[in-house]
């Protein structure tokens, strides 16, 4: 599926923490400038124009991510945007002249729509109303000055569907949201025929409509652990392919008669992995493949020309990982990027018709794949007979015994680790850490008994999933058991929290990033689209009244007494996701009992740093904090 823009549900949380000093230099490796591994990219995102005459990138302009566009051909660009309070958080081309894009203020989250020619003129907000977030249902791509968005205007819970005419800016909505839609979806013509709606608090309903003229009509529900997502389509606009686990532990890809709200053909399913996603060919009406994450990503098949095309692509580009990022409406002219763990990687043009692949840029030239550590798979096995998978990242040119680690949850949690390129892991590994990275149970992509086994276990057993994992890297001897510090953000930041207070003594040290710290209060202040999924949150987190002698068990804040080591916070404040009062709660706690606390809030930021400088300041202070607590 052609991907015009990603803004995601989940944060990419920053995973790293930092030292100078204090270790045993690595033999044969140069010590690599901080500012390489989290500098803003030399040019990223690139697009091309649906005709295949213009490129499109994100580049610093003032140390933000701005747009621009350079004809095929030549060498110069022209920069379209002057954003210098925040970056381009996304963009696509909505027509042959004209680049839409997403920013917010502040990392509020609150993203307005605008529009500029590419030429630089004409830019123009088509969605700037306070407090309000912008979504993006579909760009139209067939239907040039209109899109179709979503816009919590009238409702700060809920989303409407509005059709937008990005040269007038007139908007009309298409359906009133009644209080439970958490999604739309449009057919291959641009109308608007199904919503995914909440009902009775944790049962999800798919509804459907003919046209645009009918009611939408319920034609399945089933409760929220049981997933229908539909991709697409079929290509008569009859049915949908999507992917589902009805009936089933691992999501399949099917096609899915929406009239009558049930699967009519199983396409593709995997024993061990669910599918989460598909692919196609407008113009040609074909389905391409189906994908998903083992220790990386995989592609099934469905079409032997597409098949042939990343064969082809791999002839002259086969070390590393490929990716289709877009391509021209006649399907003749494709951005390829190339990636890898060490490598950020390449651009490249590659022309159907000529059959030449033609280099475009390097996203990060100052990075030398060869400087870089690899990213390695690994199993463990969890206390009660679950089987983990992971990543380990070790330093190079170090025999893998007695090393200092770094311990880093990801965020989500509903979330995965992926292999892949991260500036952080390889920072960590140039100055001489160890890195492991656990998919603990909860996180996505292993079925849905693998899911449900996290719910109402934040702190419990999927905390218990990241101390085995802990414990198994000192059986290996590769762990140095006083050098161990643990970081992560979002859920990550909560899980070093909690890692803290069950193992006061396993960890020399921690890192939280926007991390929860207290249960009740978490609940209490998330974002208000989020309130017509509280029911959903309670079963998959936990109730505030029935669960609440659990929750005060499993709220580092109120545990603070039981944290001995040393802790590190950062915090953006704005955050929407995780309020700067969780934050404030653990610095408060522990600051009163004496504790070694330091704490970073930045007034410009949300639910992660964007702002280079920001990025640069907190990097710095993770390296001295942890100089201090686990230099040898």
């Not at 030449?356 to 798979?377: G, L, Q, R």
């Amino acid at each position: 599926m052609k991907q015009k823009i990603s803004l995601l549900i989940a944060v990419t949380i920053i995973t790293t923490s930092m030292f100078i000093g204090g270790l045993n230099k690595v033999v044969g490796q140069k010590e690599i400038p901080l500012e390489n591994f989290f500098k803003n990219p030399e040019k990223s995102s690139y697009q091309i124009s649906p005709d295949g005459k213009y490129f499109s990138y994100l580049a610093p302009y003032e140390s933000r991510m701005n747009i621009f566009v350079q004809k095929i051909g030549s060498e110069k660009a022209r920069r379209l945007t002057g954003e210098k309070d925040r970056d381009i958080a996304g963009y696509f081309w909505a027509n042959n002249k004209r680049i839409l894009f997403l920013k917010d203020t502040g990392g509020d989250e609150n993203y307005a729509l605008y529009g500029v020619d590419n030429n630089g003129k004409n830019l123009k907000c088509l969605t700037c109303f306070e407090g309000v977030r912008t979504q993006i249902i579909d760009d139209l791509e067939d239907i040039p000055n209109e899109v179709i968005i979503g816009l919590n205007k009238r409702d700060a819970t809920v989303f409407d569907p509005y059709r937008l005419n990005i040269k007038t800016g007139k908007m009309e909505m298409l359906a009133e949201n009644p209080g439970n839609i958490q999604g739309w979806m449009t057919d291959h013509d641009g109308k608007l025929r199904v919503a995914y709606a909440i009902v009775d608090g944790i049962n999800t309903q798919i509804q459907y409509r003919k046209t645009e003229e009918d009611e939408f009509k319920p034609v399945l529900t089933t409760n929220f652990k049981e997933q229908v997502n539909l991709n697409f389509f079929t290509f008569d606009n009859k049915n949908i392919y999507a992917t589902s686990n009805l009936g089933r532990d691992k999501s399949a890809a099917v096609i899915f008669d929406i009239t009558n709200g049930k699967e009519l053909e199983v396409l593709y399913e995997n024993p061990v992995y669910d599918v989460s996603r598909m692919s196609y060919s407008k113009k040609y009406k074909k389905l391409w493949a189906a994908y998903y994450t083992s220790w990386k990503m995989e592609r099934e098949y469905f079409d032997n020309d597409f098949k042939q095309l990343l064969e082809r692509l791999k002839k002259d580009l086969g070390q590393y990982e490929i990716g289709i990022t877009d391509y021209t409406k006649n399907e003749d002219k494709f951005i390829i990027r190339t990636s890898s763990d060490r490598s950020l990687g390449t651009y490249y043009l590659y022309d159907k018709n000529t059959d030449k692949i033609e280099k475009i840029h390097e996203i990060s030239p100052w990075i030398n794949e060869d400087d870089m550590a690899v990213m390695k798979p690994i199993k463990y096995t969890a206390r009660d007979g679950y089987i983990i998978d992971g990543y380990l990242t070790l330093p190079k040119g170090v025999e893998p015994k007695n090393l200092p680690v770094i311990v880093n949850p990801h965020g989500g949690p509903w979330y995965r680790d992926s292999w892949g390129f991260n500036p952080e892991i390889q920072f960590l590994a140039n100055r001489g850490y160890a890195v492991l990275q656990m998919n603990f149970r909860g996180s996505t992509g292993y079925g849905k008994k693998f899911w449900e086994s996290s719910f109402k276990q934040w702190g419990l057993a999927m905390q218990n999933d990241i101390t085995d994992g802990v414990n198994w890297l000192i059986e290996q001897g590769i762990a140095d058991p006083d050098k161990i510090a643990i970081y992560g953000g979002s859920y990550g930041g909560y899980a070093t929290l909690q890692g803290l207070v069950v193992n006061p003594t396993l960890y020399a040290a921690g890192v939280d990033y926007v991390g929860v710290s207290n249960l009740f209060t978490f609940l209490k202040t998330i974002p208000p689209y989020w309130k017509p999924l509280l029911d959903m949150m309670y079963e998959m987190v936990g109730d505030p009244v029935t669960d609440s002698v659990q929750f005060v068990a499993t709220s580092p804040a109120l545990n603070a007494n039981k944290i001995m080591a040393p802790l590190f916070v950062a915090q953006g404040a704005n955050d929407p996701r995780v309020n700067i009062n969780e934050s404030d709660q653990i610095v408060e706690a522990l600051k009163k009992r004496g504790i070694d606390v330091e704490y970073m809030v930045k007034d410009n930021e949300g639910h992660g740093f964007r702002n280079e400088e920001n990025r640069f300041d907190f990097y710095r202070a993770m390296e001295k904090f942890l100089a201090k607590h686990l230099k040898k």
